[in-house]
C-alpha cells in the first residue's frame, strides 16, 4: 500500500519479513528470554488477541496475517523460531464453540467445539483459556505465557 505525507510516496509493508528484519541480532536465551516473555504485554496487543471472535467462525487470510504480523512487532527481540506457536483463547461465539487459536505457523484462525482437540500443540492451553482470570494464552515449544486483560503474565515453564 502507498500512503503520501507531504507529497512523498512511502510503501508500507507490513508483513513478517520486515518485522523479522527488525529484530535485534543478538539471540535471547535462558534466563534472558523468559525475563523478556515475562514482561507485561501492549495494551494494544493485548486488545487485538481479544478480538480474534470479530471475524466470526471463517477469517480472511490477510486479517490472520495481520495478527501474525502483530505477534512479531511485540516482540521484535526474539528469533523467528522463539515467537508463540500460537495463541489460544476462550470462544465468545456461542455453544458449542469453546475455544479458539491463531496458530502462527499454519497461517489460520480456527474455532473449536466443545471436545475437538486444538492441534499442533495448543490442547494445553484450553483450560487456561476457558479461565476468566486470562485474556488469552501464548503458546511456545516449551512453555506457556498466560496473560491478562491487563497485559501481566503467568509464565509457565512444561
Known sequence: MRR????LSTR??????????QQATVRLDGVA????????????????????????????????QELINKIAIEFPE????QLPLGIVSKCYLGDPYEV???????????????????PNGMEKAR????????????????K???VSKSGQVSFIKE
Do not use: Q, W
Open 78 to 81: 526474539l528469533a523467528a523460531d
Open 4 to 7: 503520501s505525507i507531504l507529497g
Open 144 to 146: 506457556i505465557c498466560a
Open 12 to 21: 508500507i509493508d507490513t508483513s513478517l519479513e520486515v518485522a523479522a528484519r
Open 33 to 64: 528470554l523468559e525475563k523478556r516473555l515475562r514482561l507485561v504485554r501492549s495494551s494494544s496487543f493485548v486488545e487485538e488477541m481479544t478480538k480474534l471472535d470479530v471475524s466470526g467462525t471463517a477469517a480472511t487470510k490477510e486479517k490472520v
Open 127 to 142: 483450560k487456561l483459556a476457558m479461565h476468566p482470570g486470562y485474556a488469552y494464552i501464548e503458546v511456545f515449544k516449551d
Open 100 to 118: 479458539h487459536s491463531l496458530d502462527a505457523r499454519l497461517a489460520i484462525l480456527e474455532h473449536y467445539k466443545r471436545g475437538e482437540i486444538v
